[in-house]
């Protein structure tokens, strides 16, 4: 069986000629107004199956963002705020260092924490690990409705029943730009790899980006002073980071 490490190795970029990316995300809870596009558009475009309402009642909905309400104040002065809540991809993610298949990683190229579906074994150590409970576990078979499974993405797998899933950032739409971008014999620009919770918020209150370039929106939020991070104490490093609503 190979360690984590070995993976790790196996997966490092042969193609020197892309930068480092820390790819992170701003998601600015003045504007979130908990529509939930995010959430059905990482849905579609993740081939995200649907759970029926008794698997629901017993939290095993399927969701790769969850929608988080924070309440602040005493009845009957109560502020309601609604968070949305991906993988936040750490810098130091503890998810990893449990996994005893190397299924879940860490690329040092991208800074995105990634998942190999053909290694995971279901023994759920990287759910319990995480302390911000944003990995969800396979408990059926996928199953579409009716015609719906004619319009799965073919650019993302279907998830066999047993495994542990989480969101990825959209790696695939990285990929496919990086794959644009090689074929046209240059970089990646602005608004080549945008996820799909990130195009699809109507009140663009979800920034994407390169952490690693100061010139990027990300990289200028991230400073702002209403950011925060979530359990930042935990020494995790998220790089998903909110903006307070005020």
């Known amino acids: 069986m190979s360690s984590s490490k070995e993976v790790h ?3 490092k970029p042969l193609n020197k000629i892309w ?12 504007k979130c107004t908990g529509c939930q596009a995010c959430v059905l558009a990482c849905k579609a475009e993740n081939n995200i199956p649907f759970k029926a309402k008794k698997e629901s009642l017993e939290d095993r909905e399927m969701s790769w963002i969850h929608m988080t309400l924070l309440y602040k104040g005493r009845y009957p002065n109560v502020k309601m705020s609604f968070i949305p809540v991906p993988c936040l991809h750490c810098e130091k993610p503890p998810c990893i ?6 299924a879940t990683y860490f690329s040092e190229e991208t800074g995105i924490v990634g998942q190999i579906y053909a290694r995971c074994i279901g023994c ?3 759910t319990v690990a995480c302390p911000y409970t944003v990995r969800v576990f396979n408990w059926y078979p996928p199953v579409w409705p009716g015609d719906m499974k004619r319009y799965t993405n073919p650019d993302v797998s ?13 790696s ?10 090689r074929r046209e014999k240059r970089e990646l620009k602005k608004g080549d790899y945008v996820p799909a ?3 699809s918020c109507p009140a663009n ?3 994407f980006g390169d952490l690693n370039d100061p010139n990027s929106t990300v990289s200028r939020l991230k400073k702002d002073t209403r950011a925060f991070r979530f359990m930042e104490d935990l020494g995790t490093e998220p790089k998903v980071i909110y903006l307070r609503k005020v």
């Open 158 to 170: 279907k998830r066999p029943r047993g495994v542990v899933e989480k969101c990825t950032f959209c």
């Open 205 to 207: 209150a979800i920034y």
């Open 19 to 30: 930068p480092v990316w820390r790819w992170g995300m701003v998601i600015d809870l003045n």
């Open 9 to 11: 190795k196996e997966l």
């Open 97 to 102: 260092k449990v996994c005893p298949v190397g």
């Open 197 to 199: 919770c990130v195009e």
């Open 124 to 126: 759920r150590y990287c």
């Open 172 to 181: 695939h739409r990285l990929n496919a730009a990086k794959d644009r971008a």
